[in-house]
């Protein structure tokens, strides 16, 4: 069992900036992937960012949307992911989400809200 706890999220002006941590803590495997996910109000939930645990800093994806805006990072020996956002538009409004898994497991954070809103 992970249980993944989020933190970070908050009301933003536009062209502003956030930090989104997620912990992991449990039964985590050496080898996983964690990311942020996002969903807005009638929309599905779309990935927003992932990196994996691999040495050199990980893999790493983003949404056409969110490049050279969002950063992902990590820390392995603390599983911790950070999402770092900057030049946020209303368009980022949404909850967003933390996700991990591996091999044979995939869990998912309770979501924090982000608003960019003048």
């Known amino acids: 069992q992970v249980h993944l706890v989020e933190s970070g999220g908050g009301l933003v002006q536009p062209g502003g900036s956030l930090r989104l941590s997620c912990a992991a803590y449990?039964?985590?495997?050496?080898?996983?992937?964690m990311g942020w996910y996002r969903q807005a109000p009638g929309k599905e939930r779309e990935l927003v960012a992932r990196i994996t645990s691999g040495g050199s800093g990980g893999m790493t994806n983003y949404a056409d949307s969110v490049k050279g805006r969002f950063t992902i990072s990590r820390d392995n020996a603390k599983n911790v992911v950070w999402l770092q956002m900057n030049s946020l538009t209303p368009e980022d409004t949404a909850v967003y989400y933390c996700?991990?898994?591996?091999?044979?497991?995939?869990?998912w954070g309770q979501g924090t809200q982000v608003t960019v809103s003048s």
């Open positions: 449990g039964s985590i495997f050496s080898i996983n992937t």
């Open positions: 996700n991990y898994y591996d091999m044979s497991d995939d869990y």
